[in-house]
């Protein structure tokens, strides 16, 4: 149990143009998720955590109006990169959390490649 | 400076060899302490968790102890194999002043397994 899965497994968009990512917890039902972006030979830096029915809570220096997350039910969220540029370019990874878990184990997607030319 | 920090910073052991990773954490109050293996290009996988009373955690070749005192911990890796390459990631989860829960992620370790 426990799968969380992401689409697309990467993805190539010109400079400008918006890319939706979706997060999917396939047999859980998960009241937070969370979006990760990680450059090359860096670890996870955490942009957002998305709560079902809420707005997302956005980290220090994460654009909300650039990184746009919508989690409208317990199962999927998304993550749109809108007018993305070259500096966009990155390894995006979700993560899920069970409902009612008392410590926020967190079950991570596959990641999205994103290639901004 | 980060409150979780991974030591070495990369690591290459030959196959069938041991090998222990460390992460020492300065996040307080404490909740848990997870270990993950992410191959390039993939996500974490979590190997173990641990919580505060708990010592050590094994799973299959993989050894997880926890110091809560001294706040370390370390991954053992026993007889590697060449999938066991990958970024080992530190992740410890303690409460903050507001009563929520706040999640800091070591910088992984690198290990590469030669044949």
């Known amino acids: 149990g426990a799968v969380v899965s992401q689409h697309p497994s990467w993805v190539i968009c010109k400079s400008g143009t918006s890319v939706k990512i979706e997060c999917r917890s396939l047999?859980?039902?998960?009241?937070?998720m969370f979006w990760y972006r990680q450059f090359p030979k860096q670890s996870l830096m955490l942009m957002a955590t998305?709560?079902?029915?809420?707005?997302?809570?956005?980290e220090q220096g994460v654009e909300k109006d650039k990184f746009l997350i919508n989690h409208a039910s317990l199962t999927l969220s998304t993550l749109t990169v809108t007018s993305a540029h070259p500096e966009d370019s990155s390894f995006y990874i979700c993560?899920?959390?069970?409902?009612?878990?008392?410590?926020?184990?967190?079950?991570f997607g596959p990641g999205t490649r994103l290639t901004v030319l | 400076k980060n409150q979780v920090e991974q030591s070495p910073q990369s690591l290459i052991i030959l196959e069938g060899k041991n090998c222990t990773l460390q992460?020492?954490?300065?996040?307080?109050?404490?909740?848990?302490l997870r270990w993950y293996k992410q191959d390039t290009g993939r996500g974490p996988v979590s190997l173990t968790i641990?919580?505060?009373?708990?010592n050590t955690k094994s799973n299959g070749r993989y050894t997880a102890t926890l110091d809560a005192d001294t706040k370390q911990s370390s991954l053992h890796i026993t007889a590697s194999q060449l999938s066991d390459s990958a970024s080992y990631i530190c992740?410890?989860?303690?409460?903050?002043?507001?009563?929520?829960?706040?999640?800091?992620f070591g910088a992984g370790t690198r290990l590469f397994v030669k044949a």
């Open positions: 047999d859980f039902q998960a009241t937070t």
């Open positions: 641990m919580t505060f009373s708990e």
């Open positions: 993560s899920a959390s069970r409902s009612g878990r008392t410590y926020n184990e967190q079950f």
């Open positions: 992460c020492n954490y300065t996040v307080s109050p404490f909740s848990n």
């Open positions: 998305s709560n079902e029915g809420s707005k997302a809570t956005y």
């Open positions: 992740v410890v989860s303690g409460r903050d002043n507001t009563g929520g829960f706040k999640t800091i």
